[in-house]
């Protein structure tokens, strides 16, 4: 494990300590690991949800209707 001294202002340090104690932390070294895992996945490896993948699919499978032109749009869909 490496060992750093840093200078932070103190709205990060506000972050760290909800960090701390959302998460149920024993200090501030491991509120620093929770925010770079959750920036890593955030940032370097986006990840789509099931739940779109799934609502991806069902558009996928939908019929396609052809409409033409407006006119023909508007004789579809009168007003």
Not at 28 to 55: Q, R, W
């Amino acid at each position: 494990m490496v060992k750093a001294l840093i200078d932070i202002d103190s709205n990060t340090n506000r972050i760290l300590n909800i960090i701390k104690a959302e998460f149920g932390l024993k200090d501030k070294s491991k509120a620093i690991d929770v925010m770079a895992k959750e920036y890593e996945e955030l940032v370097f490896e986006p990840k789509i949800k099931a739940s779109y993948l799934k609502k991806l699919e069902k558009i996928r499978k939908e019929k396609i209707t052809r409409i033409g032109s407006l006119e023909d749009f508007k004789k579809m869909y009168p007003v």
